[in-house]
């Protein structure tokens, strides 16, 4: 990597940093202010869904104007957010302040994740696309690992709205690396099509290559079970390690630290050695569907830890696979429009997972509903594996026979 680009990797790291502690803050200060999981399933989804539903909009925004601006963008409005949300708790006060500016922060993060994601094929145009990957998810997982430890340090000094002002200190840095990347880099975004007249031009392209182009439909359903579980440790984690499992908050720190961590790990051995993207994508989904079953069933917080360690662990793993095989997929020119709906599409389960815990683990149902969660990712990637197959082999035949593309029963 060349030296200029450890701007374009700081911008990532510091974004990722106040993006974590804004992850860590919600679930934890709503458990503790009201001492229930459904709430904290509640305030997951609410901070969630947000993320997930303007990405069709952030994928038109990137192939309208230079994703640099949009990233930008993206950065400098969190940072502002995160100051409204202060000034909004001073006045009224409640810790609905502290949902709402996540949620805003959420919607934005998604806009600089697309921007980013469109970016990179041009930015690396001389490496190896799963290295890439792979060095941008180390940066990215260095702020998964130090935003935990920072905003439980912080927090156990100061109020939680002191601890926001901190993130918004950080997303101003990470725009301040943004520009100096731009400026040392002197990069320049080739345009690969005119912008569209019709806002909705682009997800009808969109939604046409999920159906179409061979394995995109397979790669969303896998991703979407895949998510479930990720949606359920992550709404759920607070509620079971602090609440279930009865230990401290700086317990549940070291377990956010821990699972970063050995992301990390897993993303260097990816980075260093040359692996088949069909392991990536088998040994991935697998671990994570055995961390689901695990964190949920085991009646230990050591057996909760392991099982979180394996679904966090081998998550980026797991995206690592979904993210090179779509890339060699989706064709250059609708790619940012396309990446925006497949990763709604991908993610929308994680903010129903949220719903479900907040719907059904009252009365100490919680790991109930963690196990049955994660048995319906199992059951929806058996599924999107099976019809996948299917897939392929009508498609065989119809080369085969050509004339089979004719017949009324034919999807195609």
């Keep these: 990597m060349r030296a200029h680009h450890q701007a374009f990797f700081a911008s990532l790291f510091f974004s990722r940093l106040a993006d974590q502690i804004l992850l860590f803050l919600v679930p934890l200060v709503v458990f503790q202010t009201t001492q229930k999981a459904t709430w904290s399933g509640i305030a997951f989804f609410i901070e969630a869904f947000p993320r997930y539903i303007v990405f069709p909009v952030c994928g038109a925004l990137c192939d309208r104007m230079p994703p640099v601006n949009v990233l930008r963008a993206s950065q400098r409005f969190r940072a502002i957010a995160c100051v409204a949300g202060i000034a909004g708790f001073g006045v009224a006060g409640g810790i609905g302040w502290l949902i709402a500016l996540s949620a805003v922060c959420g919607a934005l993060t998604s806009q600089g994740l697309v921007a980013r994601e469109v970016l990179l094929p041009q930015v690396f145009t001389s490496e190896r696309f799963e290295k890439v990957l792979s060095y941008a998810q180390i940066a990215d997982q260095v702020g998964v ?178 993210r090179s095989v779509r890339q060699a997929i989706i064709p250059a020119k609708d790619y940012g429009k396309t990446l925006g709906v497949v990763i709604m599409l991908n993610n929308l389960t994680q903010p129903l997972a949220g719903l479900l815990v907040g719907l059904f683990s009252g009365n100490g149902r919680i790991s109930a509903v963690v196990v049955a969660i994660s048995l319906g990712m199992g059951v929806l990637g058996a599924a999107a594996v099976l019809a996948g197959t299917l897939n392929e082999r009508r498609r065989a035949a119809s080369r085969v026979n050509p004339l089979r593309d004719r017949s009324p029963n034919s999807a195609e």
């Design 145 to 322: 690992v130090l935003g935990p430890m920072l905003a439980g340090l912080l927090l156990g000094r100061w109020r939680w709205e002191i601890v926001v002002g901190v993130a918004a200190l950080l997303f101003f840095a990470a725009d301040g690396a943004t520009l100096l990347w731009q400026r040392v880099s002197r990069f320049e975004w080739k345009m690969t099509e005119s912008a569209p007249v019709e806002w909705f031009a682009p997800a009808k392209t969109a939604l046409s290559h999920v159906v179409s182009l061979p394995g995109l439909g397979r790669l969303v359903a896998l991703a979407a079970a895949e998510n479930l579980v990720i949606g359920v440790t992550l709404a759920t984690s607070a509620a079971m390690v602090t609440g279930l499992h009865r230990r401290p908050d700086a317990f549940y720190a070291f377990v956010q630290t821990a699972g970063a961590v050995a992301t990390i790990v897993i993303l260097l051995l990816i980075a260093r050695v040359r692996i088949p993207r069909k392991t990536l994508g088998v040994v991935s989904f697998l671990a994570i569907l055995a961390g689901g079953l695990l964190a949920g069933s085991s009646p230990s917080v050591w057996g909760y830890v392991a099982g979180f360690l394996l679904i966090v662990g081998f998550d980026k793993m797991f995206s690592i696979y979904i």
